[in-house]
């Protein structure tokens, strides 16, 4: 079991920058680490993974160039956003599951999901 808290979200203009944390309740040494978004009405959607053994990053087209994730310690990841648009609202997840099969990008293979962050862009 683990928990995952999600923070840093919130109100910006279109082409600012937010940077969001999801704190763990254990080390996430060798596990797959997710952020997804979820607009209203639409379905959750992956927006990047790491691989927190090799450190290895992915990303869905949209935020390639916009999005970095990274690690700052065993237990906490960010996702560092710049030049957001309306299109990138939504609550905001990191989910995680064991990296020895793999880190793929669809929600249903994370096991342990946060309670998301809202972020809201503006115009």
């Known amino acids: 079991q683990v928990q995952l808290v999600e923070s840093g979200g919130g109100s910006v203009q279109a082409g600012g920058s937010l940077t969001l944390s999801c704190v763990a309740s254990?080390?996430?040494?060798?596990?797959?680490v997710g952020w997804f978004r979820q607009a209203p009405g639409k379905e959750r959607e992956a927006v990047g993974r790491i691989t927190t053994k090799n450190g290895q990053t992915a990303y869905e087209r949209p935020a390639v160039g916009r999005l970095t994730i990274s690690r700052k310690n065993a237990n906490t990841l960010f996702l560092q956003m710049s030049g957001l648009n309306t299109e990138d609202s939504g609550t905001y997840y990191c989910a995680t599951r064991s990296s020895r099969v793999g880190c793929p990008s669809h929600p249903r293979e994370f096991d342990y999901w946060g309670q998301g962050t809202q972020v809201t862009v503006s115009t």
């Open positions: 254990r080390s996430l040494d060798d596990h797959c």
